[in-house]
């Protein structure tokens, strides 16, 4: 009997701790508070940038920032829209180009996005980057981190945590934060985000992206650019990201419904500017 009230609390708890990601509208866990995760974030991200070089290209941090606005903008312009307008409040944009040879960039939960120069030699066109930069922030829309550290708090104390007597799980939550953002992390290592993660933010990034006035149909050629680049060099069984085999496959597949649903308006290039369509919300699950 013992046991059954246990399970019975903990799944009482557990569908109390749930959230939904928007667009996708995934049920997710979230034991851990918008709050506590800004902080340990902004905390990761100030000592990520002490030690950081800023590019000393202006076109390309020009092209970051013209850029990261524009996703910026569609974002709060669909959470707005969408009934959604507290979830703004969480983000404090900031747009970085940083001196690394990596084909990489991320977005920080609170808006704080970076790109590494050794992208921008395969980026050809705002779209392009665009992309890339749609993915990123729709891991912060997501709040993939919340829902990550909520698992590990659930592996690491278990009945503790689900219970709420955890006694200073701030302090807990601190702890993780470097293993769960994964700045600097290497193959080996915790990763921050699981496949499901990323495959859900490349679906939200090309909502994000096409809401913003970019052609998500460059998502395709972007993708086989990386792929060439050798990005797939671990197998997708033992990576958190899809395969680019899987990844470019999933976008074609989504492609006609995102663009039917959120059609852009005006194809963006590095030369020509986009007007932001009006988002609508989407009924389209991910499971």
């Given at each position: 009997m013992k046991k059954l009230i246990i399970s019975f609390v903990t799944a009482a708890l557990l569908l109390t701790s749930c959230g939904s990601v928007p667009i996708t509208g995934r049920k997710q866990?979230?034991?851990?508070?918008?709050?506590?995760?800004?902080?340990?974030?902004?905390?990761?991200?100030?000592?990520?940038?002490?030690?950081?070089?800023?590019?000393?290209?202006?076109?390309?941090?020009?092209?970051?920032?013209?850029?990261?606005k524009k996703i910026a903008a569609a974002t709060e312009a669909y959470l707005n829209a969408n009934g959604l307008a507290d979830e703004v409040k969480n983000f404090a944009w900031e747009f970085n180009l940083v001196q690394d040879d990596q084909l990489n960039a991320f977005c920080m939960p609170g808006g704080k996005i970076v790109v590494y120069e050794g992208l921008m030699k395969i980026i050809s066109s705002d779209d392009e980057l665009a992309v890339v930069l749609g993915h990123e922030v729709a891991h912060a829309v997501a709040k993939h981190s919340n829902e990550r550290m909520s698992q590990q708090l659930v592996a690491q104390y278990g009945?503790?945590?689900?219970?709420?007597?955890?006694?200073?799980?701030?302090?807990?939550?601190?702890?993780?934060?470097?293993?769960?953002?994964?700045?600097?992390?290497?193959?080996?290592?915790?990763?921050p985000f699981s496949r499901k993660h990323e495959s859900e933010a490349d679906y939200m990034g090309l909502i994000l992206m096409t809401i913003a006035g970019y052609t998500p149909d460059v998502a395709v050629g972007f993708w086989e650019k990386m792929s060439a680049g050798g990005s797939a060099s671990?197998?997708?069984?033992?990576?958190?990201?899809?395969?680019?085999?899987?990844?470019?496959?999933d976008i074609q597949k989504n492609l006609p419904e995102i663009k039917k649903k959120y059609g852009t308006t005006t194809a963006t290039t590095t030369n020509k500017k986009a007007t932001t369509k009006t988002p609508t919300k989407s009924n389209s699950k991910v499971n």
């Open positions: 866990l979230n034991l851990v508070s918008d709050q506590e995760v800004l902080s340990s974030s902004l905390s990761q991200y100030a000592s990520y940038m002490k030690g950081a070089k800023i590019s000393g290209n202006s076109t390309q941090s020009a092209m970051v920032t013209r850029v990261g009945a503790q945590v689900l219970g709420g007597v955890l006694s200073n799980k701030s302090a807990a939550v601190q702890s993780m934060a470097s293993q769960v953002y994964g700045i600097g992390a290497q193959y080996g290592m915790m990763l671990v197998p997708e069984f033992m990576s958190t990201h899809p395969s680019d085999k899987t990844r470019i496959s």
